[in-house]
């Protein structure tokens, strides 16, 4: 379950209060837009803007008659205006409501997104000039590759997080459109000009053209973008998951005091946060296939769509609010075991330089494919018999008719492979 702290900020603008209060202050612009046309009288602008007001309670008891959302709020409101609510809602169609106040929520929610994936950005820069020197294998394939650093690690979150925010950026610009166009978006009761004066009231940029609806692949690229960014999360956590497992060993998520990993085996620490993490993640994507099957209506419009945005706008939000929350903690006071790195490291003698014996055999004159295959000999040997792969070199004749005793000693420096990692983190002070 997620803790109710996520709706002290992002659950709020979700709630009906917020909902409703978008759609009054729509009502107050089109009415004043359209005094400013001279298309209603001024005072009942003014009173629409002065006098209305809704209750919730009420709201809900008049759409257990009316089966309408919309109608039942726009009874509600009136009733607080008096004769000049006949001009309330004069010309629109529900979705011109609506929409335009799905947007604005929308931006609010991606502003608070924004400044918490700034504030992971800094720990995760932080971390990786705390980290450029730890010294691990890196893995592919989740097999021992060659030497990285810790630091490196969060350099790459930290840049991939950089993305999600210019991602988030643009769709926030894809968003911020409002429509005030009627029932097919012909304007045929409303003008154009009304829609202009609207949105730039509300600081939203007019639709170019719209059916009833706007268009959803605006909203498919706001749900997609969220789902990326929980992909990266995601991968944050599964790193943490893996170097966390027993026989790895080289990192643990914190652990607090009084915990408990089972309620069986009093030795587990399990990584339970970023397990979460990773399961939140799937819902979010899941979220995505959604919003494009929401793209393609019939023609004009349904309510296909509407159903399903009132769940995965919401929930797509404060799920990703939530897993920037926990990754910001595990990832800012994740525990570190140098040691542990540094014994896997070295396993079976140091294979993770076998590139680097590969390459100086070629250098010294022998042909590639004898050369790969002297090493992988001597590095699977090693393997697959619990040995070192140093000492089957030295065994090799081949091998140590080219390199000398100190030449192969100097091929399992592990500094070789990581001169260049200030260059890579230094290139975090642009972000």
């Not at 009054?24 to 003014?46: H, R």
């Not at 166009?181 to 170019?208: D, I, M």
């Not at 026989?247 to 607090?256: I, L, R, Y």
């Not at 009084?258 to 994507?285: D, F, T, Y």
Request: charged share 25%; hydrophobic share 40%.
């Amino acid at each position: 379950m997620i803790p109710r702290y996520t709706l002290k900020g992002m659950g709020k603008i979700w709630e009906d209060e917020n909902k409703y209060a978008k759609w009054l202050e729509i009502e107050k612009a089109v009415a004043l837009s359209q005094a400013e046309l001279g298309i209603i009288p001024e005072d009942a602008a003014k009173d629409i803007n002065d006098k209305a007001n809704f209750n919730i309670s009420e709201i809900l008891k008049i759409e257990e008659k009316t089966n309408h959302d919309v109608i039942a709020f726009l009874t509600n409101v009136g009733s607080y205006i008096g004769e000049s609510s006949k001009y309330l809602h004069y010309g629109l169609t529900s979705s011109d409501i609506g929409d335009t106040a799905l947007s604005l929520q929308i931006v609010d929610a991606i502003k608070i997104i924004e400044i918490k994936i700034n504030k992971l950005i800094q720990i995760l820069k932080e971390q990786a000039f705390n980290y450029k020197n730890v010294v691990m294998v890196g893995r592919t394939h989740g097999i021992h590759a060659e030497p990285t650093t810790f630091g490196i690690k969060f350099a790459v979150w930290a840049f991939e997080m950089k993305r999600n925010l210019q991602r988030l950026n643009s769709a926030r610009e894809v968003i911020s459109f409002g429509k005030i166009s009627g029932a097919v978006g012909t304007y045929a009761n409303t003008p154009p000009e009304v829609e202009e004066l609207v949105c730039k009231k509300l600081g939203l940029k007019n639709s170019q053209a719209s059916t009833q609806i706007l268009q959803r692949d605006r909203h498919a690229e706001v749900i997609s973008v969220l789902a990326i960014c929980a992909g990266t999360l995601e991968k944050i956590a599964l790193e943490v998951r893996n170097l966390q497992r027993t026989d790895v060993k080289e990192v643990e998520e914190p652990f607090t005091k009084g915990q408990k990993g089972s309620s069986a085996m009093p030795h587990k620490k399990n990584p339970v946060i970023c397990e979460r993490i990773c399961g939140l993640a799937r819902v979010l994507r899941g979220n995505a296939t959604v919003a494009f099957e929401d793209m393609a209506l019939w023609h004009e419009r349904d309510i296909s769509h509407s159903s399903a945005e009132r769940i995965i706008f919401p929930d797509s939000f404060i799920i990703l609010d939530y897993l920037l929350e926990k990754t910001m903690f595990v990832v800012g006071n994740i525990k570190v075991m140098p040691e542990n790195m540094k014994r896997n490291l070295m396993k079976y003698g140091g294979i993770i330089f076998s590139q680097r014996v590969l390459l100086e055999l070629i250098s010294k004159g022998m042909l590639r494919e004898e050369a790969y295959t002297l090493v992988q000999n001597a590095a699977l040997s090693a393997w697959e018999e619990e040995g070192s792969f140093k000492e089957n070199l030295f065994k090799e004749p081949k091998i140590k008719g080219l390199l000398a005793g100190d030449e192969i000693e100097k091929l399992f420096d592990v500094n070789y492979h990581l001169k260049y990692v200030d260059t890579i983190i230094d290139r975090l002070k642009a972000i």
